[in-house]
């Protein structure tokens, strides 16, 4: 019998085998699939829809030929792309009704082209001299641009090539198994062999001994059927047991009825809009923005930060190149890192401009972390700094949705905030003048805030010390472009710039007021008989709670330079 099992096994064994080799070979689907298009490009754009990259699964192959042209592939989401191509004429490669082969349909525009280069939308891009190739990926609505330079008209040879998965399960259960049932076959064998090998004895037949008379024992009583009531009573007891026990088996129940899934929800979420950027495209964007400024800072050169710096920070920046051109004994401003990213947060939005919050902290540096507030105006445009603003010791940031989500942008004038942001100036410039009699003073926390403590005591201090001369203090919003993203709890990151202005007059004739230090560089002199204005810029972030929310504003970081000093 073991030679038989056995037998069977190594023939299951075999054909297991040989299946899952022919399924890796004879039964293997080819390596790819392509579709490939030439036609006469006439526009400066060619898009690659979403619908035509997602036609097989995977992450397909782009390969452009321009001949005598250039060659550009940039692949991001389909929106972003229609976007920038804007009103420029283009090409879309759509599949034909059979979805068989590619189809290119003529967009017509009025507008011209513009360099696809170097765009934040892309995820990734590639150029060449006549050929380009990019793996793109159709996940998350992705699509493709083709272009030459922007300008000319774009590459007219596309060949788009997908990967075919070749699920490899079954094969490697087929060769699993196989080998399996190989190995047990050849243990039966063995086991077959040394067995009879042991019983194997003499072949002749020995005298049989003689034995005495049998005893052939009687039948019990007690396995004879019963009778009488007893053995009624007993068939009873005994029969509910029985059909117990044949419906656990069979699973049936009399009084049982079928069981009804309960209904799904029909309704469907809302459609959320995708973050602006994703991981990838950030680390690229931080990468450039922090090259950009070393270049600056080490030259000094304020024209160098113009692509990648815009607004507050731009000014204070460059403000601060023209006092260390003045004076070499001032210290360099610290500087912008890319990495660490220690925290992210992009605006959830399809229109612009768009918004990205991040803070960098780089290792070994004494310097606290530092937020950088990017902003982009137009999908033609790129991500610029606007805010750069060191976290303060201790500060926290509250919990905010990941960069998978997005935030929903906060309008600047949201009357469901604690204080409109465009307000923030003003009311925390006001709680600084007045302290605890400040109408502002029951909005914000201040039980840590190092900033407020240190202005208003020295606004309190030149008030007490100035005995020749009247010194007033203004503060209020310095830049119109407030830029807020949603927290995960009905509340708001808000970063505002706010001016301080110390106005100086003497009070008696003949007096002067004297200025030292950075404001001395700036003015071009030590003093003014009729008084100086000094100009102090500040780059806040405030966590700003909902207007039902118990919870109060916090500052959460500052960065302040001097702006501006001139005589009255």
Known sequence: MRFLIAAAMFVVSVILVLAGFAQRTIWAPPVSVSMAVKYDSTSPFVVI????????????TVKVNGETVGAFISTGR????????????????????????????????????????????WRDETSGANTATLKVSSGADGAALIASNGLKHAPGEVDIIWPIFHDLTWSNVALISGAVLLLGAMVLLVIQLVDRRRKRGPRRRLPKAPSGPKYREKRRT??????????????????????????????CSPSSAPVQ?????????????????????????????????????????????????????????????????????????????????????PAATNVWPRSIMAVTDEIGDTALPQLIVLQQKSPRENYQVWYTVRLMPGAKIPAVPSITTGSIPVDSK??????????????????????????????????????YKQVSTSQTQQVTNLKNGKI????????????GLSTSQAGA???????????????????????????????????????VRSIYGNMLLFFVPALSESSKIRLIGVTQGLVSVRGL
Do not use: C, W
Request: aromatic content about 6%.
């Open 414 to 451: 949201s009357l469901f905030l604690k204080v409109p942001p465009l307000s923030l100036p003003a009311a925390y410039g006001d709680l600084i003048n007045k302290g605890p009699s400040s109408l502002s003073a029951q909005l914000f926390d201040i039980t840590n805030d190092e900033f």
């Open 493 to 531: 990151l808000v970063a505002v710039y706010m001016t301080d202005t110390y106005l100086i007059r003497p009070t008696k004739v003949g007096t002067a007021v004297g200025v030292s230090g950075q404001e001395a560089l700036i003015l071009g002199a030590n003093g003014s008989t009729k008084g």
């Open 78 to 121: 389909e929106a972003d792309i229609l976007a920038f191509v804007g009103k420029s004429p283009y090409e879309q490669l759509d599949l034909n009704a059979k979805q068989t082969a590619i189809k290119p349909i003529k967009v017509f525009g009025g507008a011209i082209g513009f360099s696809p280069v170097g765009s934040d939308l």
């Open 472 to 483: 007033t203090f203004t503060h209020k919003l310095g830049d119109a472009n407030v830029i």
């Open 222 to 251: 007690r396995f004879a059927p019963a009778k009488g009531r007893r053995a009624a009573g007993r068939a009873l007891r005994v029969l509910p047991a029985t059909l117990i026990t044949i419906g656990l088996v069979t699973g």
């Open 261 to 345: 899934a309960s209904p799904s929800p029909s309704s469907s979420a809302a459609e959320v809009a995708p973050p602006v950027v994703l991981l990838s495209q950030l680390h690229r964007i931080l990468e450039d923005v922090a090259a950009s400024a070393k270049a600056a800072d080490e030259s000094n050169n304020k024209k160098l930060l113009s692509p990648r710096f815009i607004g507050p920070a731009l000014n204070l920046r460059a403000i601060h190149y023209y006092l260390r051109s003045k004076d070499k004994k001032s210290p360099a401003l610290p500087a912008i890192v890319s990495s660490p990213l220690t925290f992210s947060l």
């Open 49 to 60: 829809p979403h619908s035509t990259l997602a036609l097989h699964k995977g992450s397909p």
